[in-house]
């Protein structure tokens, strides 16, 4: 699908959701390791966050390492925290010299349970989603670490708890302290890899999301693959539980 039609769809989602799967079988195929899989990731990342924001996207959500992932080999986990805090390096020197790249007019976010990193790496957090604020929030990048669907939840039940002792809570006071917070929720939810579950992954917010799932390894995901998942989004009809006709 053309990008002028994508942008002239009435059915283009606000928030799309990605479940980036595939990084280590793309690069057993390959004959890589696994890291190199991750490396390559990043690269396809930054590719559909470039896309999404010049289609109309206005918020997208990464997937990028579940409070599951700990259980992974050391070497991998190791790979990955020292990934993520040199692409917030990176981040952050671009900031600095006042002339972001992939990100620019962003708003990025880091989600998830930041006390499992350690104070650098929370400070590089903090810095990035302050300063990047500015630019409004046109266009919002969320970056999932740490992450996993029920523990936000349960940490959400709890803030509200100690805020409001003795209060019946509603649907209301746990989507307002979600690690989204008042974001709107996925319109869409997208799977690389093949496998057809959301594995922890945005599970309050995702409850009325459509699902589309590729056998496309996430390194291999480019935006002509997107426009695809898109393409058949535009095609579905969102009832929310009710009826688009009578019968």
């Known amino acids: 699908m053309s990008e002028n039609n994508i942008l002239n769809s ?3 989602p606000v928030h799309i959701g990605f479940i980036m799967d595939g990084n280590g079988r793309w690069a057993k195929a390959r004959n890589l390791i696994r890291t190199q899989g991750h490396d390559a ?3 396809a990342l930054e590719k559909i966050v470039s896309h999404c924001r010049d289609i109309g996207i206005r918020c997208v ?21 020292q990934m993520f805090s040199s692409y917030m390096d ?17 708003s990025v976010r880091f989600i998830g349970d930041m006390s499992a990193f350690n104070e650098d790496f929370r400070r590089k957090v ?13 266009f919002i990048v969320n970056i999932a ?8 939840i349960v940490h959400a039940v709890n803030e509200f708890i100690s805020e409001n002792p003795n209060k019946l809570i509603t649907e209301k006071d746990i989507s307002e302290r979600l690690y989204t917070g008042l974001l709107a929720d996925p319109d869409l939810i997208i799977r690389t890899a093949g496998e057809s579950r959301l594995s922890n992954f945005l599970l309050w917010q995702a409850s009325y999301s459509e ?24 095609k579905r009809t969102r009832r929310f539980g009710g009826l688009t006709e009578p019968d």
């Open 10 to 12: 009435a059915n283009i």
């Open 41 to 43: 990731g990043v690269s």
């Open 61 to 81: 959500t990464f997937y990028a390492f579940s409070t599951e992932n700990w259980s992974r080999p050391k070497q991998e986990v190791d790979h990955l925290m």
């Open 90 to 106: 990176k981040l952050i020197k671009e900031i600095n010299s006042g002339g972001l790249k992939t990100y620019k007019g962003s």
């Open 126 to 138: 903090k810095f990035i989603k302050e300063k990047t604020s500015e630019n409004g929030e046109e």
């Open 145 to 152: 670490v740490n992450y996993g669907g029920r523990a936000e």
């Open 211 to 234: 699902i589309y799932v590729t056998p496309v390894c996430w390194p291999d995901f480019t935006p002509e693959e997107l426009d695809k998942a898109l393409e058949n989004y535009g």
